[in-house]
């Protein structure tokens, strides 16, 4: 506690003066919130614009509603002109087309001769992002979501690897959680314990993230029954009458990135606006960010004008200089000057310092975002042009755009802060002080998330363990905090501590399916195969859609022996997601081939091929049933790309010996098996060939 509170001065110290407004401007007396509308459902904005049209309209072109949205070849903003991107550690390369107005994207591999030895293509689903500074773009297949391998970088105008895929290829298999989605988008129906399947998925933020469910409203209006003037209106929420930290807390559902962590009972869509932010969520940041005045993300706009004097110094809020209605192109040219005007108006001396600004119109005829908003580029997203919300008297030197570095790329961890203080609401962006043994839970589960997602420090684990541990002696509960612990003494190799955690949080908690899913793979790495299987089948059971409980209960029956079973469990997570499980196909494919089901086996290891070009062992399979019908160029072709996936795996080049020999192509033959036997020098298979070519010449 005392740490924290050392640190929060620090900040004051360390945070320089903005813009110097001349004495502060004392924040006006809270209004009262609008009273919230008990219950209410979304009618979307449709209903909206029915009477409000000139609003719907403006909004229509603003980033927020164009936030999702599907592929409009007329007005897509790409170039297509055949640019291949390169993943040269995955050995991978990408590219964008259109097909009958369908954006895809295709993934290759060609060897040193330019022939393709793999190539597969998507069809994009939603295009993310309003296209300001990148455009990326999720592909659907039965209702999960996954981003794809290219962005469109607008300042830039080129094709690229989407953020983090420089540093990781996660080709077409990132999964978009609730999360990403919600807030880039209106509500949208997410099946619970899933990571990335969802039922309905809107496009682009609509009126009720900001105004809340609008079904009495609209009754209410249909009816012709209006508010009293002067009066708002109980039926809806209205920002603009919710005290500053109510109008803060609408923005920052979306604009506070970090670690969020959700109160018990709460996710990423039940937050209604006009309720306190900190009674939804905690978010923590690393502390670098709030005192590296370097550390300029794509999505620190909050936590850079926190630092700012004109923040701190007056009751601004993010509608005191934006307009959520309307667009920039809709606004008049001096809108912003005069957001800054509202506050600095003593004279001109206090406006501006520029030596030309010797009267009060000249001193308010310069560009005052221009110089003291700087535009430059961030430290965590590449080609992309950011205005920086940390207000200054004399920001530095614009960044490089192309200087982008992964966020997180020290070996030392770093101290996570929790922002929103819940009794504080009027300051909502500094750090949290108080400690309990809640927010000991909170600050667990945030460790751990950051841990896996962001920063792989091993030493998070025992700040996972320190404070899981406090808040749980102390009497405090978290469903996330107990997988949290779990899970991070499985990570140290305490499998029966973690499988002592989290079996009693299967008691506490025997309806969430994850709970069940981390018991069973902690009861499995013990080698409790049973108990395991009947884990992953109560989560399976809870949450069908749960792909990750059925691909694990799938193999733990697999490897129990339980082959019949498997075969039906590897089927149902194929017919589910049959695009993103290769490995389940080609573990298809094995237990057809027992079952003598020969083609179903070819069909299956060819789709585990076609999906992971790494996957050496279904093209070995492929290869080997192309032999078995002495197809020798198919087997050869096979055998090859085995090679590439692997170079350094034994089993292509002896299959490629084996249809040299064959095709009475000894010499080749004897190259392949040389290369097995200095890959593997106790390989009995490769000295019996080589001996046999040796007796025949």
């Keep these: 506690m005392g740490r924290l509170s050392g640190f929060v001065l620090l900040l004051a110290l360390l945070w320089p003066p903005g813009c110097t407004p001349g004495d502060p401007v004392p924040p006006p007396a809270p209004t009262t919130p609008a009273s919230l509308p008990a219950g209410g459902a979304y009618v979307g904005d449709a209903a909206c614009a029915s009477c409000h049209p000139d609003i719907a309209a403006a909004y229509a072109r603003t980033n927020k509603a164009r936030s999702v949205a599907r592929f409009d070849p007329a007005a897509a903003p790409e170039r297509f002109d055949g640019t291949r991107v390169p993943h040269p550690a995955s050995r991978l390369a990408y590219e964008a087309f259109v097909r009958q107005d369908t954006l895809y994207q295709r993934e290759l591999r060609t060897d040193a001769d330019g022939n393709v030895l793999h190539e597969r293509a998507h069809a994009a689903a939603y295009v993310i992002g309003s296209g300001n500074a990148t455009r990326s773009y999720l592909m659907e297949v039965n209702g999960y979501l996954t981003e794809m391998p290219l962005t469109w970088y607008v300042h830039a105008g080129r094709w690229d690897m989407s953020p983090g895929y420089a540093e990781a290829n996660d080709r077409f298999e990132r999964q978009i959680n609730v999360a990403c989605i919600t807030c880039h988008n209106g509500p949208v129906t997410h099946t619970p314990f899933t990571q990335n399947h969802y039922t309905e998925v809107p496009t682009g933020i609509t009126c009720e993230r900001c105004h809340g469910p609008a079904s009495r409203h609209v009754a209410r209006w249909r009816e012709a029954a209006p508010a009293e003037p002067g009066t708002p209106d109980p039926t809806i929420v209205n920002p603009a009458h919710l005290d500053r930290g109510g109008q803060l807390s609408t923005c920052l559902q979306c604009h506070l990135a970090g670690v969020l962590v959700f109160k018990p009972g709460e996710d990423p869509t039940t937050y209604r606006p006009g309720t306190p932010l900190a009674a939804h969520r905690t978010v923590f940041v690393p502390e670098t960010e709030l005192t590296d005045p370097e550390a300029v993300g794509i999505d ?96 530095g030197p614009p960044r490089d755009p192309a200087t982008a570095r992964p966020a997180f790329d020290s070996p030392a961890p770093l101290r996570l802060t929790a922002l929103l203080e819940a009794d504080r609401s009027e300051h909502l962006l500094i750090p949290r002080t108080r400690r309990t043994p809640a927010t000991d839970l909170e600050t667990a589960i945030a460790y751990f998330d950051f841990y896996e997602t962001m920063h792989r420090v091993p030493a998070y684990l025992d700040s996972v363990r320190l404070y899981a541990r406090r808040g749980f002696r102390a009497g405090a509960d978290h469903v996330e905090a107990r997988i949290a612990l779990g899970r991070a003494l499985a990570e140290i190799d305490s499998l029966e501590a973690a499988a002592r955690v989290l079996d009693d949080a299967a008691r506490a908690y025997p309806e969430h399916a994850w709970v069940h899913f981390w018991h069973g793979a902690v009861l499995e790495a013990r080698g409790r195969e049973d108990a395991a299987i009947a884990a992953y089948e109560r989560a399976v059971a809870l949450q069908p859609k749960l792909i990750e409980a059925q691909v694990k209960l799938a193999d733990a029956l697999l490897k129990a022996g339980f082959k019949e079973q498997a075969r039906s469990r590897l089927e149902t997570v194929v017919r589910l997601d049959p695009v993103h499980r290769p490995k389940a196909w080609y573990n298809l494919g094995l237990l057809y081939l027992e079952a003598r089901r020969p083609d179903d086996a070819a069909q299956a290891f060819a789709e585990a091929a076609r999906l992971d070009p790494d996957l050496a062992d279904a093209f070995i399979q492929l290869g080997s049933f192309h032999l078995a019908r002495n197809e020798l160029d198919e087997a050869a072709a096979q055998f090859y790309r085995a090679i590439v996936a692997a170079p350094d795996h034994p089993a292509g080049y002896g299959s490629l010996g084996l249809v040299y020999l064959q095709a009475g192509r000894p010499r080749e033959a004897r190259q392949m098996f040389e290369k097995v036997l200095e890959l593997d020098p106790g390989n009995t298979h490769a000295r019996a060939f080589l001996n046999r070519l040796s007796e025949r010449r």
């Excluded at 005191?320 to 008049?332: E, F, I, N, S, Y």
């Excluded at 003593?346 to 308010?364: K, L, M, N, S, V």
Aim: charge should be positive; proline fraction near 9%.
């Design 300 to 395: 620190s706009h909050p936590v850079r004008l926190a630092k700012s004097a004109c923040y701190r110094q007056s009751a601004m809020t993010c509608t005191t200089c934006h307009d959520p209605h309307r667009p920039k192109a809709l606004l008049p040219p001096d809108h912003y000057n005069r957001a800054c005007l509202q506050c600095h108006d003593a004279g001109h001396e206090a406006i501006c310092t520029r030596p030309e600004a010797d009267a009060p119109a000249r001193a308010a005829s310069g560009n005052c975002v221009g110089c003291h908003m700087q535009q430059g580029g961030t430290t965590n997203v590449p080609h992309v042009v950011f205005t920086d919300h940390w207000i200054r008297r004399r920001p």
